[in-house]
């Protein structure tokens, strides 16, 4: 009995009387009864829940599943005000153009100029920026406005919407009237082709003029280049080029290696295809032109107060001496809304112009992170989107079957590399019936200028090219363009279809789909808000009588791809 009621942590006394051991023992013994109970049920309870669950009975528990699904909600990074309030610009180049009398801030001479070659008013991008950038050179180009360093400015049009008249024309007036011939305007491309282009524009807007444009893209030898920028007399060195069109690469060899190449007194600095230019930033040929354009702190230097330093927080010290400003102006179809990329650029108050509307508003600053995000790229109005579905055996066929059908005389067909294209070249050479080149960096800067002649001329009627050259190419009349090979980015598809559809022209795109291809390019297309694409289909019955020429044309094509594997092996 001690040891029942010590392990019940009861301490009654051994000398009590026998009534009230026998009333303890009682009610011991029930409060063991009653606790044994509850642990017996607490024990049988699980198994008396499983039971009810096998039965399909009610459980306590929570049901798993039973949550309804919510989207997980994108991360929306807060942009600077600049990227998401832009200037919004019209992008209709037929209905929206400006006459050339609108905007008289434009020089007598230039305005004549532009009549002479046929063009009587201004895009919608040409008539918003050539005003704000005359405003920044209104006091003439060796200082700012009121002393001040002037906005950068960011354009981002598509493709055939006049972008390189809207730098020529304002550079070339901020630079009329000057006295001393320094490299005042620096454009810097990415191809040879476009740098060539560019030039060309220049040349012809300072032809009646003493300004002078030097083109420096390796095409010529770097001696002779030297020669066209600098003339060494006996003190010192003669700058000739007020104007350089130059290729990332070949700028940094002429800043190394070329004695009396100065860009102290550079004014513009113009990037043009700038995304595709922030991409190649790893040149490091950025910080190269941004070193050599500003003052390095030295020794005492007599002249040190003429000297341009870096841009510095606006305070009574840092603008008592009037230097002048280096203004940078980037121009692409597909502009990156990335800062992190965009900081790289080292942009000063920046603006940009957009066509379309890049946000709803300053509520609405936040963008998906996604690079293609919605809204972001622009099209040309008169262009057309199609996609044909079709098998890999098929595409060849379907490239021909495209331009003889519809009757172009200057098609452009993309592919996602040089064997691709080269081959492609090939086979279509090779079933006949089409006059066709390819163009690729596998060819030589003399070969794809000859290449490009023809087919601006339209004694070529399909270019085979790759989207590494893609951008070098600007030609006006350009009535199709293949997608052979999908492009896996919404940025490559921009820049691919841009080639047609050129200043308010009209267009078409087709882009050939494997079956797999379909839903991730299509969805890519409709998050991105692009203009819906047109199935069209290529009926088997129209293919099927160019099949045994095109089985003949493959036998051919082996034999080629073998013959040129032994010359490489040789």
């Not at 066209?228 to 000739?240: A, E, H, I, P």
């Not at 040190?304 to 606006?314: G, N």
Request: charged share 25%; glycine share 6%; with cysteine.
């Amino acid at each position: 009995m001690a040891k029942r009621r010590r392990a019940l942590g009861e301490d009654e006394d051994e000398d009590a009387d026998a009534d009230g051991d026998a009333d303890d023992d009682a009610g011991t013994s029930e409060a063991a009864a009653a606790k044994l109970s509850e642990r017996t049920e607490a024990r049988t309870a699980p198994d008396s829940q499983s039971r009810e669950r096998e039965a399909g009975g009610p459980a306590s528990g929570p049901v798993l599943g039973g949550f309804s699904r919510r989207k997980t909600p994108k991360v929306q990074p807060f942009l600077p005000a600049w990227l998401a309030e832009p200037s919004c610009v019209r992008k209709n180049v037929t209905e929206d153009l400006v006459p050339i009398e609108d905007i008289p801030e434009v020089h007598p001479d230039l305005q004549k100029q532009l009549r002479a070659h046929g063009i009587s008013a201004y895009f919608p991008v040409q008539a918003a920026v050539i005003p704000a950038l005359l405003e920044s050179v209104a006091t003439g180009f060796l200082v700012g406005r009121g002393g001040y360093q002037p906005s950068d400015l960011c354009i981002s049009a598509p493709t055939g919407s006049g972008k390189t008249l809207a730098f020529v024309i304002p550079v070339v007036q901020a630079l009329l009237h000057r006295v001393v011939c320094q490299v005042r305007a620096l454009v810097v491309l990415p191809t040879k082709e476009l740098a060539q282009q560019v030039s060309k524009v220049f040349n012809v807007y300072t032809d009646a003029t003493p300004l002078r444009v030097a083109l420096v893209t390796g095409q010529k030898s770097l001696a002779k280049e030297q020669e066209s920028l600098v003339q060494k007399t006996t003190d010192g060195y003669r700058c000739l080029a007020d104007i350089v069109v130059a290729t990332p690469g070949r700028l940094v060899d002429h800043i190394d290696q070329t004695p009396g190449f100065s860009l102290q007194q550079l004014r513009f600095l113009v990037v043009d295809e700038a995304d595709r230019m922030i991409d190649s930033m790893h040149q490091s040929w950025l910080p190269r032109v941004v070193a050599a354009a500003f003052h390095s702190e030295g020794p005492a230097d007599p002249c040190a107060l003429l000297q341009r330093r870096q841009p510095q927080i606006v305070t009574a010290a840092s603008t008592c001496c009037p230097q002048m400003p280096l203004q940078k102006l980037l121009f692409s179809a597909t502009l990156t809304q990335n800062p992190e990329k965009l900081q790289q650029l080292g942009l000063y108050k920046p603006r940009l112009f957009s066509t379309g509307p890049m946000h709803k508003g300053p509520q609405d600053r936040g963008v998906e992170a996604d690079e293609d995000s919605a809204g972001k790229y622009t099209f040309p109005v008169g262009l057309t989107h199609h996609y044909v579905p079709c098998s890999l055996s098929c595409k060849p066929l379907a490239v021909v079957h495209l331009v003889l059908g519809l009757r172009v005389s200057r098609a452009l067909c993309f592919t996602n590399s040089r064997e691709h294209a080269h081959r492609l070249f090939l086979l279509v050479q090779a079933f006949g019936g089409v006059n066709v080149a390819e163009f690729s960096s596998c060819l030589g800067p003399g070969q794809r200028k000859k290449i490009l002649k023809h087919f601006e001329q339209g004694k070529i009627q399909l270019l085979i090219s790759t989207d590494a050259t893609a951008r070098g190419i600007d030609v006006q009349d350009v009535e199709l363009v293949i997608n052979y090979d999908a492009p896996q980015y919404l940025r490559t598809y921009v820049h691919r279809v841009g080639r047609t559809a050129r200043a308010g022209r009209s267009g078409q795109a087709f882009t050939l789909l494997l079956k797999v291809q379909e839903k991730r390019f299509l969805r890519m297309l409709a998050e991105a808000r692009a203009p819906e694409l047109a199935r069209h289909e290529i009926p088997s019955e129209l293919l099927q009588p160019m099949v045994p020429r095109y089985e003949e044309a493959l036998s051919q094509l082996e034999k080629r791809v073998k013959e040129e594997q032994k010359q490489k092996a040789t």
